[in-house]
């Protein structure tokens, strides 16, 4: 075959057959498979973070996302599975154009496997996200840093499922529950993954105007310790300048940020695609500031 037969509809097509076969013949074979499903997504994972083209790695995905769920469904007592599934599906989410509908869809899956997998790590987490605020916070505080991995899983997906139904006011109500979480992982690691849990914090933060009880101080203090926790990662500019600097109208901030962002070097370990992502949208906004400011 010639290599550019691999970019042809008809070689994407057999890939997806291939991978569909594969999982019809999971059955039987579930522990082999989960393991040996760990381990590639381990190493799929850091191909996807280095790569430098976001349109090829969304194209991809969604084969390996079906093969990885039924391996998970298959092996439903395996807790790191069901939170590698529910990673996966955050991070194709986040290369999804705005289709709120399939964002809505995913980021449900994503949520559910994260509770599930929450529930393995401690009976006493079923039913996470029915619990009252107060016994939330009383089963968070009994947390340690063993638990991190696990809380962080659960907060990233329960703040995309907010973000995907952020005109629901029920999914927004559902905010403080998440901010309690990603507050113990800080508490426990605020490095944590370089930080990000300071970002999360950040953007849930500015999703509510001041005015109906949001805090864009408290979330420009969480933007300002994630670039110093994570100086190479540029949508953390991306981010502060979409949901911060728009939200406070500061057009200076915001034109600066992004500007910034455009003149970097998007290579750097593990963050090569969501810095291609960064300066893409980054552009973006540039493009329409004069319709919003």
């Known amino acids: 075959m010639k290599s550019t037969d691999l970019h042809t509809p008809a070689y994407r097509q057999l890939v997806k057959t291939t991978l569909l076969l594969i999982v019809m013949g999971l059955n039987g074979c579930s522990y082999i498979i989960g393991s040996a499903t760990e381990d590639f997504t381990d190493n799929l994972k850091q191909t996807v973070l280095n790569h430098n083209d976001p349109d090829t790695v969304a194209d991809a995905l969604p084969a390996y996302l079906i093969m ?19 990673n996966m599906y955050g991070a ?14 995913l980021s449900r899956k994503s949520l559910d496997f994260a509770l599930q997998g929450g529930c393995l790590h401690d009976q006493n987490w079923c039913g996470l ?6 016994d939330l916070r009383s089963l ?20 995309a499922w907010i973000q995907a139904n952020k005109s629901d006011w029920n999914a927004i109500a559902q905010l403080a529950q998440v901010k309690l979480i990603l ?13 990000t849990a300071h970002v999360y914090m950040a953007v849930m933060e500015s999703l509510i105007p001041e005015t109906l009880g949001g805090k864009p101080e408290l979330a420009q203090q969480h933007f300002q310790r994630a670039l110093q926790l994570a100086p190479d990662n540029l949508m953390i500019n991306v981010l502060y300048a979409k949901y911060y600097a728009r939200m406070a109208f500061d057009r200076d901030l915001h034109d600066n940020l992004l500007k910034k962002v455009l003149k970097a070097n998007v290579a750097a ?24 400011f």
Request: hydrophobic letters at 35%; glycine letters at 4%.
């Open 68 to 86: 990885l769920e039924a391996s998970a469904t298959g092996d439903a007592e395996n807790e790191s599975l069901l939170f590698a599934t529910a």
């Open 92 to 105: 194709y989410i986040s290369l999804l154009p705005d289709d709120e509908i399939r964002k809505q869809r």
């Open 129 to 134: 996200q029915q619990k009252s605020f107060d």
């Open 140 to 159: 968070i505080a009994q947390t340690d840093i063993d638990d991190i991995d696990s809380l962080y899983s659960i907060s990233a997906a329960w703040t």
């Open 183 to 195: 507050k113990r992982v800080l508490e426990l690691d605020e490095t944590y993954k370089q930080g």
């Open 269 to 292: 370990p593990g963050l090569t695609l969501i810095n291609t992502l960064a300066q893409q949208q980054a552009q973006q906004l540039l493009d329409n500031a004069n319709d919003y």
